[in-house]
């Protein structure tokens, strides 16, 4: 089997269902049809570019290029999960907390794949740390991104409690654990979802990547659980990580609410 390549013209003619979109936004007067456009300009963009870029990455096999471009992917991700909350917590180190979490969690559940799982040769080509790394971050992100939204929320809700158990001695991490708590059931919600739906429901895109491109269904369907587990425990592990930084950001070390910091633009 092989894959089917497609022309310039495929592409335009699966254009034309936005431009639907945009007809029908304009249409029932939604205001939308800008954020479409640009949206859709901006994703054309970066896939096109990271296309030529990847195919000159993956031609060097250089470990300081493929960190480099790891280093990049790491840095932009950590500005899309603070990027999509409602009410960001201030400051830099909200950022710092954010990245530092998915720097870890990419780093870990990247190499433990490339040594463990696959042990491709050598175990650092980027044909394959650059894929697995993007998808344990973009979903890894989401996590981080809805943990600390939770966090802020549930913090300016639960104030007064949380705030009067601190008043009685509690330390920081005990009066905001049920912050903490309902947080990590917020992150973890998208990819206990994607789980339980998997195979039912949808077929993931790297499988249907696979199987597009020629790959036995049941060999693609191995890689898509073997990736599965990797972006499930990625997640799990960054979730839990940003809601313990998410409670030590609103408080401080004298175990007081830090206020200012749950409303900051």
């Known amino acids: 089997m092989s894959y089917v390549p497609l022309s310039w013209l495929d592409l335009s003619a699966a254009a034309v269902l936005i431009v639907i979109n945009g007809g029908l936004s304009w249409a029932l007067r939604l205001g939308l049809e800008r954020s479409i456009a640009l949206a859709t300009l901006r994703m054309i ?12 990455v993956f031609e060097q096999t250089s470990p300081l290029l493929t960190a480099a471009m790891a280093l990049v992917m790491v840095a932009v991700a950590g500005h899309e999960a603070l990027a999509r909350q409602e009410t ?16 870890f969690v990419g780093l870990l559940a990247t190499v433990y794949t490339m040594t463990v ?5 050598p175990w650092y080509a980027p044909r394959y740390v650059l894929p697995i790394l993007g998808m344990i971050l973009g979903n890894t992100l989401t996590g981080v991104a809805l943990v600390f939204n939770a966090v802020t929320q549930a913090a300016r809700r639960d104030r007064a409690a949380i705030e009067a158990r601190l008043a009685l001695g509690a330390t920081r991490f005990e009066a905001t654990s049920g912050v903490v708590l309902h947080a990590v059931k917020t ?21 249907t990547g696979q199987i597009l491109a020629g790959i036995d269904p049941i060999e693609a369907a191995k890689y898509q659980i073997m990736i599965m587990f990797l972006i499930s425990a990625a997640t799990a592990l960054g979730v ?3 809601a313990v930084g998410g409670a030590w950001l609103i408080t401080d070390a004298r175990h007081r609410l830090r206020v200012a910091m749950l409303g900051a633009a």
């Open 45 to 56: 963009v970066q896939l096109g570019a990271i296309g030529f870029v990847l195919k000159f």
């Open 88 to 103: 960001r917590i201030g400051g830099w180190a909200a950022y710092g907390i954010g990245t530092g979490t998915l720097f």
């Open 117 to 121: 799982v696959i042990g491709p040769e």
């Open 187 to 207: 992150g973890l919600m998208p990819i206990l979802n994607a789980m339980a739906a998997s195979g039912i429901v949808t077929l993931p895109g790297m499988m």
């Open 240 to 242: 839990m990580t940003a």
